[in-house]
């Protein structure tokens, strides 16, 4: 059975208060339990909640987790240093990035963080990757105390585009794979499969008609015939049209037709919305849902403290 909990469903900022208590304002981070093990995706603000759950005070030992990045940017990124666990002597993090960009043909390529965002800190022995990523969010003056403060056991994992992840598991192995999205600078989708269940986590990515043929066959094939898809909704398609306002095409999200569709191409058994827009506050997402679940009935939104078993 694979577990997937909601702590953090919200896109771009975190957004506290009265009009969003429902869905909730944190930002994306996504619990997934299997075999035994916790697989976290990406470290929004969400993610300060889990390391609660986790029963992580500071020095408390004993807590073990891999966290799967889709991408950098700073919504998925900014709950890091707020994950108590990292903090505690003998918790054990495995922490991994794909660090690649999609060229203008739809084909990952190769990154790298500029040491100057690094200049004025502690030095970091790797100045490339997830790990440098997670140093430099937390160097002066933006942050008081430096990765160097972490005392659990971190180790960073730079995966090479493609290459497959494999967890041993209590009772069958946790097969963990990924694929290049079409998002500003660069983003991945992650399925995780485990005693034959499977659950997609494609967050940050637009999924327009003119997506290039191989990132959306890429995309169909990672997502087939899933328990769950959990995928980017962030904008009602009017928005995305501009209808009235601005177009939002190019931004690097979608709308819940375009996971409707990716949903019935690769026959995924439910459809998850995610990244919620700022401004969409709980009685706009109700709407939402409701139109959502017209197009494709077997949609949910995501929820902050939503648990779903596969
Ligand atoms: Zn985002
Ligand atoms: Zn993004």
Known sequence: MIKVKFYGVRGSIATAGDETRRYGGNTSCVAVQAGGETLIFDAGTGIR?????L????????VRAHLFFSHLHWDHIQGFPFFGPAFGPGNRLDVYGVQSELDPGGHPQTIEIPMATLSDGPPV????????????????PNFPVGLDAMRADLRFFDVPYGERITLPASSAPIIVRHVGVDHPNGCVAWRVEHDGHAVVYATDLELAEGTDGAVFDGLVELSRGADLLVFDAMYTPEEYEGKGTFSRRGWGHSTFE?????AEQAKVRSLCLFHHDPNHDDAFMDRLASRARARFSQTTIAQEGMELSL
């Open 258 to 262: 375009m996971g409707a569709a990716l």
């Open 49 to 53: 909640r889990l390391g609660a759950d």
């Open 55 to 62: 029963g992580a005070g500071v020095a408390s030992g004993g």
């Open 125 to 140: 022995a790797d100045a490339k990757g997830v790990r440098a990523a997670m140093a430099a969010q937390m160097n002066a």
